[in-house]
């Protein structure tokens, strides 16, 4: 595979957008594998310094929601810009989940989980506390949430937990 070359009238911006229309359309036609994608998106990368064309592809494929994709394309963008903050903050956002912990419950989470049926849909994207089917508090993160309920945070019969968006 090789570097595709445009007139040099052609402003970068729309090569960059030509450039990744193509690659996506051929992608989803399986006429070229995720490898190739990312290896045409390398290729065509400038040298310059200018990670545009990667944060570009990246961005494209968490908008379709490739994240398999953008995780590949973000490590392989880090070889050539190693020190780009977008793709410094992408590789951290995009890292595979963690487990946090792992103890077994100890405590029935019943009426907890029935507050969550009845009214999660009213708190999608944020973290929750709740103690019996109480709500202790919400926080857009984890951290900020156990911040704000300090050592009660850890007590085995509270749940925290995030209501994913939809």
């Given at each position: 595979m090789q570097?595709i070359?445009?007139?040099?009238?052609?402003?970068t911006?729309v090569?960059?957008?030509?450039?990744?229309?193509?690659a996506?359309r051929?992608l989803t036609k399986h006429?070229?594998t995720?490898?190739?994608?990312?290896?045409?998106?390398?290729l065509?990368?400038?040298?310059?310094?200018?990670a545009?064309l990667f944060?570009?592809?990246?961005?494209?494929?968490?908008t379709?929601?490739?994240?398999?994709l953008?995780?590949?394309?973000t490590?392989?963008?880090?070889?050539?810009?190693?020190e780009?903050?977008?793709?410094?903050?992408?590789?951290?956002?995009?890292?595979p989940?963690k487990?946090i912990?792992?103890?077994?419950?100890?405590?029935d989470f019943?009426?907890?989980?029935r507050?969550?049926?009845a009214?999660?849909?009213?708190y999608?994207?944020?973290?929750?506390?709740?103690?019996?089917?109480?709500?202790?508090?919400t926080?857009?993160?984890r951290?900020?949430l156990?911040e704000q309920?300090?050592?009660h945070?850890?007590?085995?019969?509270?749940?925290?937990?995030?209501?994913?968006?939809?």
């Amino acid at each position: 595979m090789q570097a595709i070359t445009f007139p040099e009238a052609v402003s970068t911006a729309v090569v960059h957008q030509t450039l990744l229309e193509v690659a996506w359309r051929l992608l989803t036609k399986h006429e070229l594998t995720r490898e190739s994608f990312v290896e045409m998106i390398s290729l065509n990368a400038p040298d310059n310094g200018a990670a545009t064309l990667f944060i570009d592809a990246v961005n494209m494929a968490i908008t379709e929601d490739a994240i398999f994709l953008a995780r590949q394309l973000t490590n392989r963008a880090l070889q050539q810009f190693p020190e780009d903050r977008a793709l410094l903050h992408y590789r951290e956002v995009l890292a595979p989940p963690k487990v946090i912990g792992t103890r077994p419950a100890s405590h029935d989470f019943s009426k907890s989980m029935r507050w969550l049926s009845a009214h999660s849909h009213e708190y999608v994207g944020q973290w929750l506390a709740l103690e019996d089917g109480v709500l202790l508090g919400t926080a857009k993160s984890r951290k900020a949430l156990v911040e704000q309920l300090g050592s009660h945070a850890e007590a085995d019969n509270v749940l925290l937990t995030r209501v994913p968006a939809t």
